[in-house]
């Protein structure tokens, strides 16, 4: 089993902004991917950001670009989303998610966190 656990949301005016925060823990192997995804209220789920554990490439929504940065720290198994010139749009719950390894075979699983809030004011 794998627990994320996230912080750092809350509540901002637009054009301010927020870091985010997700830890991983338990019993794996490796980890593949971390990343954000949001939910607005009414919406669905969308990804926001992916980095890759092993080489360190990101991915992120046309939306977010430019103004959101994700990094990790992969001796903390720790991700990071730095969201700056917030706007209304981006309120949502945030999720952490990780695909990780629990063994030597190539199999793999998604976890999911339980989400942080992020309001954002206009």
């Known amino acids: 089993q794998v627990q994320l656990v996230e912080s750092g949301g809350g509540l901002v005016q637009a054009g301010g902004s927020l870091r985010l925060s997700c830890a991983a823990s338990g019993s794996f192997f490796s980890i593949n991917v971390m990343g954000w995804y949001r939910q607005a209220p009414g919406k669905a789920r969308e990804l926001v950001a992916l980095i890759s554990s092993r080489d360190g490439t990101t991915n992120y929504a046309d939306s977010v670009k430019g103004r959101f940065t994700i990094s990790s720290d992969n001796a903390k198994n720790t991700i990071y989303l730095q969201a700056n010139s917030l706007k209304s749009e981006d309120t949502a719950v945030y999720y952490c998610?990780?695909?990780?390894?629990?063994?030597?075979?190539?199999?793999?699983?998604?976890?999911w966190g339980q989400g942080t809030q992020v309001t954002v004011s206009s």
């Open positions: 998610y990780c695909n990780v390894r629990v063994g030597t075979t190539p199999s793999s699983y998604n976890y």
